[in-house]
């Protein structure tokens, strides 16, 4: 496979973040996926978010296993610590990263097939041990590597473009992340910026496990009539129950928001989300309110997207460790050997 290099030209009207870079040095190879996949808009999406946090890209671990989604982290970040891990086994390579190095901040990015199908109970895990990290699903209900087959969050009912009916019940991401005790849960669609981009800077400065499940059509396999992950179903039907943006700590900004009620979350890191509510009956901190709006709205065929669920007191998976506040990696190994008698002492126990 070639891979093209973007030019290293920076036009001199490119405005510099905090930490000094343009929006250009978080970009990466030129993308070979097709004209018009939703997948680059994530990416878009990405970068952009990354650019206003004022992240150094030296301090962003990207990780992915296989699939057409899992081809993006090429196309953003290009600065980034990268790992391309095998089929659905990004989750625990990300795990053991994290536990080794806490300093960085972790961002899984995986597809439908890569975290439905053969990764799915990677993904379950990595939820319920609240695993620091934002974790992007580009879900566009297909196999777009292997010609269009059905993938397990394919909705029942829905057509492929050969015109076959697809029989099988739905895998729902969001709903097991809900269930499995993620602290950040949102859905987003790839054509919808202004929606994604603060989803995913709220997600990167969580505390906890955050997922984001984005509905991203493949323009090849799954963008017709009777598909329920085409740009055209996904704009007739999306239920936007939040419009959010997110500020950083004593950062004063401006900006519009439609009439309706101000909800500010606190994060761990003390930055603040911006929930601005469309619907009066919707609390995006209550976790079972959540499950039974996305399940009710479901049953009428509609895509509930925005920030559904949000922990303010999450914790992550260092906390429940009780590891070292020093990253694991930084330690010699004087620190990380206790000496012969403390492990006697717990090998004894193991007997």
């Known amino acids: 496979m070639t891979y093209i290099a973007k030019p290293r030209l920076?036009?001199?009207?490119?405005?510099?973040?905090?930490?000094?870079?343009?929006?250009?040095?978080y970009e990466g190879r030129i993308s070979t996926l097709c004209a018009g996949c939703g997948h680059d808009s994530i990416s878009a999406a990405i970068i952009q978010a990354c650019w206003e946090l004022d992240i150094e890209p030296h301090r962003v671990a990207k990780l992915s296993g296989i699939g057409c989604s899992s081809k993006t982290p090429d196309y953003f970040l290009g600065a980034s610590h990268g790992f391309n891990t095998v089929h659905g086994r990004m989750p625990s390579v990300?795990?053991?990263?994290?536990?080794?190095?806490?300093?960085?901040?972790?961002?899984?990015?995986?597809?439908d097939g890569d975290s439905a199908s053969i990764g799915l109970g990677q993904f379950a895990n990595a939820m319920r041990r609240g695993v620091c990290m934002a974790y992007i699903v580009e879900n566009n209900g297909v196999y777009g590597l292997t010609k269009g087959q059905f993938s397990a969050t394919a909705d029942r009912g829905s057509k492929s473009k050969k015109g076959v009916i697809n029989n099988d019940s739905p895998v729902d991401l969001v709903g097991i992340a809900l269930q499995l005790g993620a602290t950040y849960v949102a859905r987003s669609f790839s054509g919808d910026k202004e929606q994604l981009v603060p989803l995913i800077k709220g997600a990167m400065a969580h505390g906890g496990a955050a997922f984001i499940d984005v509905i991203s059509p493949c323009v090849t396999f799954n963008n017709h009539s009777?598909?329920?992950?085409?740009?055209?179903?996904?704009?007739?039907?999306?239920?936007?129950?939040s419009r959010i943006d997110f500020i950083t700590q004593h950062d004063e900004i401006t900006t519009r928001y439609e009439p309706g009620q101000l909800v500010e979350v606190q994060q761990h890191d003390g930055s603040v989300l911006r929930l601005r509510k469309l619907h009066a009956d919707y609390d995006a901190t209550d976790r079972y309110a959540a499950m039974s709006y996305l399940n009710a709205h479901e049953a009428r065929g509609e895509v509930v997207t925005g920030l559904l669920y949000v922990d303010p007191m999450a914790t992550d998976?260092?906390?429940?460790?009780?590891?070292?506040?020093?990253?694991?990696?930084?330690?010699?190994?004087?620190q990380l050997c206790p000496g012969a008698k403390a492990l006697d002492k717990i090998n004894?126990?193991?007997?």
């Open 317 to 334: 998976l260092h906390t429940a460790l009780n590891t070292s506040a020093r990253p694991l990696a930084a330690l010699g190994a004087q």
């Open 94 to 111: 990300l795990t053991g990263a994290n536990l080794a190095n806490r300093d960085l901040l972790y961002l899984g990015v995986s597809g």
């Open 226 to 241: 009777g598909s329920t992950k085409s740009y055209d179903y996904v704009r007739q039907h999306n239920d936007a129950v």
């Open 348 to 351: 004894a126990a193991l007997r």
């Open 10 to 25: 920076h036009h001199p009207s490119l405005v510099e973040n905090k930490v000094g870079y343009t929006r250009r040095d």
